[in-house]
């Protein structure tokens, strides 16, 4: 079956860490690709999205995220994580062929240690 | 400017029973949507409005119907609640209508529902 993975079920860093987050997928043919965050106690907002154009996005506090497309990959980084970075993360993808389904990953949940 | 606004927060259903999920967005979005969220699982889509006067079905739409009651409202109802519908109901919308998502989601804050 078609699917979304975030192999990262949980991840744990300290402050000042760099932070990757794997996100693949399998659906073939032009995707739109987001990454989607919910800090704790609210809800789910969009931290930044892939159309077209330089594979390379960047998001709100300081997120980017790559599209490799050989890979089947948008994997998401932050050089530097703070404490209030602490949340879960999904990655999420509108593939063409299903245009009106948006596929979500199973998330990963970040903590931050101070 | 409230946003998405989703009532109740939590329910406890007995199976068999019915109840309606209400979802309400003030800000002139077209389409709208209801997700579920389970563990493990992610986000699945059960149900859109593609706009105001349409609905379709997703990925998971057994045993639960919606109605786009009008540009800002859009209700999801359970018949009749098994306990495989126990979740978390995240309502959503955004700016554009039709597909490819090209206008950001934005959810509400969740419904926890639980069936005994």
């Known amino acids: 079956a078609q699917s979304v993975s975030q192999h990262n079920h949980h991840v744990i860093l300290s402050e000042a860490a760099s932070l990757e987050l794997g996100c693949n997928y399998s659906y073939g043919g032009t995707v739109n690709l987001f990454w989607y965050v919910q800090y704790p106690g609210q809800h789910l907002q969009l931290l930044l999205k892939y159309f077209s154009g330089d594979p390379l996005v960047k998001g709100i506090k300081g997120f980017e995220a790559e599209f490799i497309k050989s890979k089947f990959s948008f994997n998401l980084r932050k050089p530097s994580v703070q404490w209030s970075d602490t949340a879960e993360y999904f990655c999420?993808?509108?593939?063409?062929?299903?245009?009106?389904?948006?596929?979500f990953g199973t998330g990963t949940r970040l903590t931050v240690i101070p | 400017n409230a946003g998405v606004t989703q009532t109740p927060k939590f329910q406890v259903l007995k199976t068999g029973q019915s109840m309606t999920l209400q979802c309400a967005q003030d800000?002139?979005?077209?389409?709208m949507y209801w997700y579920r969220q389970d563990p493990g699982m992610g986000l699945r889509l059960i149900y859109y409005s593609a706009s105001e006067g349409t609905t379709d079905k997703g990925e998971v739409p057994n045993g639960y119907n919606v109605s786009r009651l009008n540009k800002r409202e859009f209700s999801l109802r359970l018949e009749s609640a098994a306990p495989s519908q126990t979740s978390v109901y995240f309502c959503?919308?955004?700016?554009?209508?039709?597909?490819?998502?090209?206008?950001?989601?934005?959810f509400g804050n969740g419904t926890r529902l639980t069936v005994t």
């Open positions: 959503a919308s955004s700016e554009k209508s039709g597909s490819s998502y090209n206008s950001p989601l934005h």
């Open positions: 800000m002139n979005h077209n389409s």
């Open positions: 999420a993808v509108n593939p063409a062929a299903g245009a009106n389904n948006l596929f």
